[in-house]
């Protein structure tokens, strides 16, 4: 397989480093991407050059891992990350080699990466695709196989753990069967890695097309209940009545509706996470169960999960409204008031996400995303919000409140204030003969 055309930058790119004896390569992900047929411009290159010699090559290089023999050049408007070829050391905090050592082969380097299919390099500009790990099939057959022994790369690095569930979610992979093992053999190391690289992979995982791979990867090996015990919990809690999945299932699913739509990570994690109160709320009845209350302890549990999680209190605050408010009952014949009553409870701000949240929900249930009723509901928050009437938009003008024998002054104004309050209530009045008769009515009360 070819790696053509090899963009003009690229052979830009590599041209000083030919003219100077050394070799560049693209490795990583834009090489797996284009062989996927997928976009991606997010290049990484391997070089036998050390980052003093890249340094020399071009005016603009950035040391932004000189230790570990990463820079960053600027070229022609782009950021490109160079690593010379290295071997790792030591891993003895089962995250970071201990020491890194520059070598001479792209060979030496590809067996320090992670999984086959990360591992395909090409010579720019030579558009052959180098697979010294049988990445080529395992992209046909869509697997996620680690290089060398799953157990001893594992040990090194247990974010790699994480990843292999999140390219399973992003790419639609399966994870391959000695790999997937040594995930749940060694799935308490994932203690070694941060909170904030976690929630990095689970955000990935959330925010791929496939979201219900990833987190299934993450439920089987065991890694769930490491780092969201919450949702984990929720696994086998059974619903009857409406639903048809338990509790476990039905978050995947509206997670999976939330992504299917496209919507956003707030809304995709409140899909998630939005019945994780259901299990410590659970209760018999008849022929179903009973979750009173379930979202009040699913916001506070959210919140604490975020937290955890080091979510920034942005996103904390937003996803944990979402989960607060999504029992909302709407019908009809809510009246306007209702509407406004619904509207700040939840925040300006919010609702928009709230009814996503809802559609996602009732999506997961049903598998139909039609509801009269929260499109309903959408156009009354929206009429309700739209820069709404002002006084000089009402039926009744100041002249015919002077064909009504007032006189002009203040009381002009408070009257039309008074008016305004009426049609923003009920817009059917705004017409000049019914609002003429509530004008009487009010200077009439008013005297
Ligand atoms: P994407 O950028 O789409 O997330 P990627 O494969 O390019 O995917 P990066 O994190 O950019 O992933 O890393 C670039 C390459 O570096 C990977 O393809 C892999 O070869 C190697 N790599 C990254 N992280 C690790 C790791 N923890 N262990 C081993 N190799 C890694
Ligand atoms: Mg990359």
């Known amino acids: ?13 590599s041209k000083p480093f030919k003219s100077n004896g050394f070799e560049l390569y ?10 996927l047929g997928k976009k991606n411009s997010d290049f990484d290159f391997a ?11 071009f005016p603009k290089v950035i040391p932004t891992g000189i230790k570990h023999g990463t820079v960053t050049v600027l070229f022609k408007g782009e950021m490109f990350e160079v690593t010379t070829f290295r071997t790792e050391n030591g891993y003895v905090d089962c995250r970071h080699p201990d020491s890194v050592e520059f070598v001479s082969s792209l060979e030496e380097d590809l067996k320090r990466r992670d999984f086959t299919i990360n591992a395909l390099a090409v010579k720019i500009p030579d558009p052959k695709i180098i697979d010294l790990h049988g990445g080529l099939p395992d992209l046909k057959n869509h697997l996620i196989r680690c290089i060398g022994v799953p157990h001893d790369r594992f040990m090194e690095d247990a974010l790699r753990m994480m990843r292999a569930c999140r390219f399973s979610s992003q790419l639609g ?42 987190i299934e990867a993450l439920s089987r090996s065991g890694l769930l209940d490491l780092i969201l015990p919450e949702l984990a919990a929720c696994r086998l809690v059974q619903q009857l009545g409406y639903h048809h999945e338990d509790v476990y299932y039905h978050s995947l699913s509206a997670l999976d509706a939330a992504a299917s739509r496209d919507w956003s990570l707030e809304v995709r994690l409140a899909a998630l996470l939005h019945d994780i109160g259901k299990p410590p709320c659970q209760e018999k009845a008849e022929n179903r169960y009973t979750f009173y209350n379930h979202e009040i302890a699913g916001a506070k549990m959210t919140k604490e999960l975020l937290r955890r999680l080091k979510y920034p209190n942005s996103v904390i605050d ?26 700040l409870r939840c ?48 039926a009744l003008t100041g002249d015919d409140l002077k064909a ?3 006189k002009p002054g203040p009381v002009f104004s408070e009257i039309k204030e008074f008016l305004l309050q009426q049609v923003l209530d009920r817009p059917e009045l705004n017409t000049k003969e019914q609002l003429s008769q509530i004008a009487q009515k009010y200077i009439s009360n008013r005297h």
């Open 318 to 343: 937003k996803v944990s409204t979402l989960v607060r408010n999504h029992m909302f009952n709407y019908t009809p014949d809510w009246t306007d008031g209702a509407v406004r009553r619904f509207i």
């Open 26 to 35: 693209a490795v990583g992900g834009a090489v797996r991407d284009f062989c």
């Open 173 to 214: 992979f399966e994870i391959e069967s000695a790999t997937f093992d040594a995930i749940c053999e060694l799935k308490d190391n994932i203690k070694f890695v941060s909170l904030e690289r976690i929630q990095e992979e689970l955000s990935r995982i959330i925010m791929s097309s496939n979201p219900r791979k990833g």
């Open 347 to 394: 925040g300006k701000d919010n609702v928009d996400d709230i009814l996503r949240l809802r559609l996602a929900d009732q999506l997961a249930m049903s598998g139909n995303c039609i509801n009269p009723n929260v499109d309903q509901l959408e156009s009354r928050i929206k009429a309700i919000e739209s820069p709404s009437l002002t006084v000089n938009d009402l």
């Open 47 to 57: 070089t036998d050059a050390a980052p003093n010699d890249v340094k020399r090559l």
């Open 1 to 13: 397989m070819n790696f053509s055309p090899i963009p003009a930058i690229l052979k830009d790119f």
């Open 404 to 406: 009504m024998g007032l």
